[in-house]
């Protein structure tokens, strides 16, 4: 497609489910980026892959949250055993060089 | 760690007016970034600046990039409804913005005067 795809838009979990998150990059970009953005927050940065370099997971809160990504495709962003606190919109991003291209982010709710 | 404090939280605009909005960091930053997000959307990069002291615009909207590295501003001339939403700014240390490491604001919310 022609831009960033998420799925799902939106979901709603049990607490203490795990959830699986997706990104579908633009196809070509090497960069790809996973924010937070809670309500009436700014984004906060999670995870950051670049090409076949190891993640930047600097950003990842605790260890419930991973990611992986299979070369330059797909990325999924796994939350385990979900708390409240997690519920926010999760954003994927992409980019070939310094301007990244935002997806329209998944809407987790956490009940 | 490095904050951004981003000015003001929320505002209201009757068609026609100046906006005004601005972030300031608490170190120095090497690129600029102004982002507006629509409801249900990811943020739309709107303006990039790379040097200090640089002044872009794009349309109605104009960017600087503070003398001190610290600052930037992001003013919309003549508003139209169809600007609301929410602006952020962001900022790296790092050159160009690729990184991870990009550092958001918490926004501004543009919304039309009842």
């Known amino acids: 497609g022609a831009g960033v795809s998420q799925s799902p838009s939106n979901k709603v979990t049990e607490k203490g489910k795990d959830v699986e998150l997706r990104c579908d990059p633009i196809?070509?970009?090497?960069?790809l980026y996973w924010y937070r953005q809670r309500l009436g927050q700014g984004l906060e940065f999670l995870i950051y892959?670049?090409?076949?370099?190891?993640?930047?997971k600097s950003g990842l809160p605790s260890d419930r949250f991973s990611a992986e990504r299979t070369g330059e495709s797909v990325s999924t962003l796994t939350i385990q055993r979900t708390q409240q606190e997690d519920s926010a919109v999760y954003l994927c991003?992409?980019?070939?060089?310094?301007?990244?291209?935002f997806g329209s982010g998944t809407r987790l709710t956490v009940v | 760690g490095q904050q951004l404090n981003q000015s003001p939280q929320s505002m209201f605009i009757q068609e026609g007016e100046d906006v005004s909005m601005n972030c300031t960091s608490s170190?120095?930053?090497?690129?600029w970034l102004w982002y507006k997000q629509e409801p249900g959307e990811g943020p739309v990069l709107l303006i990039a600046?790379?040097?200090?002291?640089e002044l872009t615009s794009n349309g109605r909207l104009t960017a600087q990039f503070g003398i001190t590295r610290k600052d930037s501003f992001l003013n919309i001339s003549a508003s139209i409804p169809s600007d609301v939403g929410i602006y952020f700014c962001?900022?790296?240390?790092?050159?160009?913005?690729?990184?991870?490491?990009?550092?958001f604001g918490k926004g501004t919310k543009l919304s039309v005067k009842p």
């Open positions: 991003a992409s980019s070939l060089g310094s301007h990244r291209s």
């Open positions: 170190s120095i930053f090497n690129t």
């Open positions: 962001a900022g790296t240390t790092l050159y160009g913005g690729s990184q991870g490491n990009l550092i």
């Open positions: 892959f670049q090409g076949n370099s190891a993640p930047d």
């Open positions: 600046l790379y040097k200090a002291g």
């Open positions: 196809s070509g970009h090497t960069a």
